[in-house]
């Protein structure tokens, strides 16, 4: 795709920058995401922020991040366009979840760490995504843990490795 620009009109005002974005991320070309080398193992630690996929045969790698569409600066607490709401906290949009399923596309073996429960969980969420949407990817997943929020990138990996070690992986 190629963008020429455009001769009466600069891109400046926010909503024209939103609007592109947006017609990026319905089209799938926001979400490129790198192939998988094959025989990975990934850690993918979610929350309704922002899931930092992780390479956990590879020490001192940097995570992949990927963040929900916020266009209206939310704090990547996304809101459905519905404005009728029961007070429960409305869903982020399924791009945020299919990102995700994109970038696990080829691995070996998954787990998935998440800190909410039940319908808060975006662990729970993604897994439901998966198993629906996404069944070979869904097929690679080792295992799901609700684990703190505080625990450090160190100490995730840590029990990631062992986790895997223990299911023989």
């Given at each position: 795709?190629?963008?020429?620009v ?5 891109v ?5 920058l939103?609007?592109i974005?947006h017609?990026?991320?319905?089209s ?13 193992h990934?850690l ?5 922020h922002?899931?930092k996929?992780y390479?956990?045969e590879?020490?001192?790698s ?13 704090g990547?607490?996304l809101h459905?366009?519905?404005d009728?709401?029961?007070g ?7 791009s945020?979840?299919?990102?995700v399923a ?9 787990l ?5 429960t039940?319908?808060s969980s ?7 995504e998966?198993?629906h ?13 609700t684990?703190?929020p505080?625990?450090t990138?160190g100490q995730l990996l840590?029990?990631?490795r062992e986790l ?6």
């Amino acid at each position: 795709m190629h963008l020429r620009v455009p001769k009466h009109k600069d891109v400046t005002a926010v909503e024209d920058l939103l609007a592109i974005r947006h017609f990026l991320e319905q089209s799938g070309e926001a979400a490129t995401s790198q192939p998988v080398a094959p025989g990975a193992h990934l850690l993918v630690v979610i929350d309704h922020h922002e899931a930092k996929i992780y390479r956990t045969e590879a020490h001192d790698s940097a995570p992949q991040k990927l963040v929900p569409y916020d266009p209206h600066g939310y704090g990547q607490h996304l809101h459905s366009n519905n404005d009728e709401t029961d007070g429960k906290r409305q869903p982020e949009r399924k791009s945020y979840y299919e990102a995700v399923a994109k970038t696990l596309r080829g691995a070996d073996r998954i787990l998935l760490f998440g800190s909410g429960t039940g319908a808060s969980s975006a662990m729970e969420q993604l897994l439901a995504e998966l198993k629906h949407h996404n069944t070979d990817v869904a097929g690679h997943i080792v295992d799901t843990v609700t684990v703190d929020p505080h625990q450090t990138e160190g100490q995730l990996l840590a029990q990631a490795r062992e986790l895997f070690a223990a299911k023989g992986a």
